[in-house]
């Protein structure tokens, strides 16, 4: 199982342009795809957090000339693993399904999911929880060229609204309280 380093998570923090309790966020053009590494789930046995990470080993047995890198990545093995009950499970597959509230390989519930304001409020990881919590408390939301075409530019009216970023940001914490 890999583990994440807090200074790659600061240079994805840096080129995401996330700001800690800043007033102002650069959208610079993120798309939903770029969470694809890891999906926090729901473990189909015990109820527990379990993570769908790509399966390194199995990864670098697939032929280069098969896919180009990037496609590659989408579509290379996967490992569920239940960080409670170590319940694994396996995919290996052409087809992805991309939905909000479940992972794209296995279909299942994603772990951070909660209630807010009448809606739905998910995240696939805690890189996504982190963009969304930047977004929400920045009072002053800017964006770039690309920034037209991000996921960010694509959220529902709701979470965009200044009247729920208390409400959604209280909601952010007790999914970061899940973690």
């Excluded at 998910?122 to 060229?145: D, F, G, Q």
Aim: hydrophobic content about 40%.
């Amino acid at each position: 199982m890999d583990i994440v380093s807090n200074d790659y998570l600061l240079s994805l923090k840096t080129k995401m342009n996330f700001k800690e309790g800043s007033e102002r966020f650069l959208d610079t053009g993120t798309r939903i795809y770029e969470f694809y590494d890891e999906f926090l789930v729901v473990c189909p046995k015990c109820g527990k957090l379990a993570k769908v990470l790509i399966d390194e080993s199995e990864f670098e047995k697939l032929s280069k000339r098969k896919m180009d890198k990037f496609r590659n990545q989408f579509f290379a093995p996967r490992r569920l693993v239940c960080l409670n009950c170590l319940h694994r499970d396996f995919w290996k597959g052409s087809q992805i399904a991309i939905d909000a509230s479940v992972d794209w390989y296995f279909r299942l519930p994603l772990w951070l999911e909660i209630s807010c304001c009448g809606e739905t409020l998910w995240a696939y990881n805690r890189n996504h929880l982190e963009m969304l919590e930047s977004y929400v408390s920045a009072k002053l939301r800017e964006r770039t060229v690309k920034g037209r075409s991000s996921f960010l530019s694509k959220l529902p009216k709701w979470i965009k609204s200044a009247k729920n970023r208390d409400e959604i940001l209280k909601a952010i914490g007790k999914l970061k309280g899940k973690l």
